[in-house]
């Protein structure tokens, strides 16, 4: 018996040892797992601070270049669709130049026939139908183009052709209503 006594003891200091030993390789593994979260906290903080800082680098650089050149961009797109829009505008615009250029020769072409259509009502069916269409045009033309003079101030033909016309001539018939025998524009000695 006292060998089993002996053999127990034995067994029990064995097992009391490795119980001994047991806690402090746990208590190792324990510290360097204690070491390992540590270390982990402290770098994950270190990241979201890298991640902060990176942050407000990124905002600063945006603000101060990033917006402005977008800004830029949108304004040069803004130009150039203001340049595309002018330049459909000038093909409509260089369209109805040639339309008036044609009109304006044709005009120049059959002078003496509007004058006398519009002095005697005379030929006014040999006119061309595009005329006949513009006629106050063709009339305007005729009235106004070649009456400049270069040592006038104030082109007073213009002026004397287009008072004639309103006041002189009733809208409903076309029939004059008087006659004007003198205007007088600015001082007198001058134009004497």
Do not use: W
Request: with cysteine; proline share 3%; net charge negative.
């Amino acid at each position: 018996m006292q060998e089993q006594v002996a053999q127990s003891s034995d067994l029990i200091n064995r097992l009391l040892d490795e119980q001994q030993q047991k806690p402090s390789d746990l208590d190792i593994f324990a510290e360097k797992n204690q070491v390992l979260i540590t270390t982990n906290r402290v770098v994950g903080i270190r990241y979201r601070v890298y991640f902060i800082l990176l942050l407000i680098v990124v905002i600063i650089v945006g603000n101060n270049l990033v917006l402005p050149a977008r800004d830029g961009v949108h304004a040069t797109q803004d130009k150039l669709s203001n340049i595309d829009v002018e330049v459909a505008n000038f093909e409509t615009k260089k369209a109805k130049a040639d339309a008036d250029l044609q009109l304006i020769t044709t005009i120049e072409s059959q002078q003496s026939t509007i004058i006398s259509c519009l002095n005697d009502r005379i030929n006014c069916t040999s006119i061309d139908q595009t005329l006949r269409q513009n006629f106050s045009f063709a009339r305007s033309y005729i009235q106004l183009n070649n009456l400049t003079d270069p040592k006038m101030f104030i082109n007073e033909k213009i002026l004397l052709a287009n008072i004639n016309e309103y006041l002189l001539r009733d809208p409903a018939t076309k029939q004059k209503n008087g006659l004007i025998n003198k205007i007088s524009i600015g001082d007198p000695q001058s134009f004497t």
